[in-house]
């Protein structure tokens, strides 16, 4: 037997035709992924519980806060809901993972970049750098809360005509903090002050003047008492 018959018997070759089951690179990938997120959102998922809405009877629960978490109620979006939350639970978790408000994004989870921005009593914070207990009974609002009866915030359609984002992961942000800046009285009316009240939120996208025109041509609107 020479070198080459020899090798056509020793050596097998892969075929993935038959073999369907072996795993292709897209399908690893999106499982890998898939099984980070779950691992990731774990504790967070088993942290805080949806305990109902005072507005809404039929949601309420009896059954008192499991060991080691605390009942809070958050008037988010004008409604009343109460979670069981763990002590140390982050607002933006329970804002996500207890009350499916996922326009809300999580982005450096270090108070950096404005992903996360809401309004708690009318002034703009970072969700991801405050504790949940901590909000007991305050007035929340979030990106989901901006529309009024179907029709978009005066904001949201300012964004959407000058074309103030790009992968839309910040805007959410973006707009919360603008709606804040908006009502803010000791806060300038130039383009300048606004991008400095503005600096806290970062677009990675570079949207920057696309922002600061959107958040101008709402100011009449905003402070005209319409939003």
């Given at each position: 037997m020479d070198d080459r018959e020899r090798l056509k018997t020793e050596v097998s070759y892969f075929d993935p035709q038959r073999h369907p089951a072996s795993p292709s690179r897209r399908r690893f990938l999106k499982t890998a992924g898939a099984s980070g997120l779950a691992v990731a959102a774990a504790p967070a998922l088993s942290s805080v519980s949806y305990a109902g809405s005072p507005d809404d009877p039929d949601t309420q629960t009896d059954a008192p806060p499991a060991e080691g978490k605390q009942r809070i109620t958050l008037v988010v979006n004008g409604q009343r809901h109460q979670l069981d939350v763990t002590p140390n639970v982050i607002l933006l978790d329970a804002?996500?993972?207890?009350?499916?408000?996922t326009g809300t994004k999580k982005g450096c989870d270090h108070g950096q970049c404005g992903a996360c921005t809401i309004l708690v009593n009318g002034t703009s914070i970072n969700s991801c750098l405050s504790l949940a207990v901590t909000h007991d009974g305050d007035e929340i609002t979030t990106v989901e809360g901006l529309e009024k009866d179907g029709q978009q915030h005066p904001l949201q359609q300012a964004f959407l005509e000058h074309d103030a984002y790009q992968c839309?992961?910040?805007?959410?942000?973006?707009?919360?903090n603008a709606l804040a800046v908006l009502q803010d009285d000791d806060i300038g009316t130039s383009d300048a002050d606004v991008r400095e009240a503005m600096s806290g939120n970062i677009c990675r996208c570079g949207a920057y003047k696309n922002i600061v025109a959107a958040i101008q041509s709402a100011r009449s609107a905003v402070k005209g008492g319409k939003a």
């Open positions: 804002l996500r993972h207890g009350l499916q408000l839309g992961y910040c805007t959410a942000g973006q707009m919360m």
